[in-house]
């Protein structure tokens, strides 16, 4: 059983940074792909960023390009988010992903994830 667990969430004044962590167990973590995704009240879930299986390759949604970093240690099962610039819009519960297939990069589209963690929350304050 794929178990995916976020941390690093919490509240930050405009302008400030957070890294979130995920941490996956369950299954061979370096095969696969993963993803951060995030939903703020009243909207649906979305694409934030992903991360090929190695990560040699990544890609971002545009609103978050240039900002956020996403990254993966695979010696310690652990996926990273570093948020630079946070804005107020960046405020949501953030998720991270993982497909149960294995893709050569990571997807971005919800539907292609299969296993989601709890969330963390997120609050960027103006």
């Known amino acids: 059983q794929v178990q995916l667990v976020e941390s690093g969430g919490g509240l930050v004044q405009a302008g400030g940074s957070l890294r979130l962590s995920c941490a996956a167990s369950g299954r061979t973590f370096s095969r696969y792909a993963m993803g951060w995704f995030r939903q703020a009240p009243g909207k649906e879930r979305e694409f934030v960023a992903a991360i090929s299986y190695s990560g040699g390759s990544t890609n971002y949604a545009d609103s978050v390009k240039g900002r956020f970093t996403i990254s993966r240690d695979n010696a310690k099962n652990t996926m990273y988010l570093q948020m630079n610039s946070l804005k107020p819009e960046d405020t949501a519960v953030y998720y991270c992903?993982?497909?149960?297939?294995?893709?050569?990069?990571?997807?971005?589209?919800?539907?292609?994830?299969?296993?989601w963690g709890q969330g963390t929350q997120v609050t960027v304050s103006s």
């Open positions: 992903a993982a497909p149960r297939a294995r893709y050569g990069l990571g997807p971005t589209r919800t539907y292609d994830y299969d296993y």
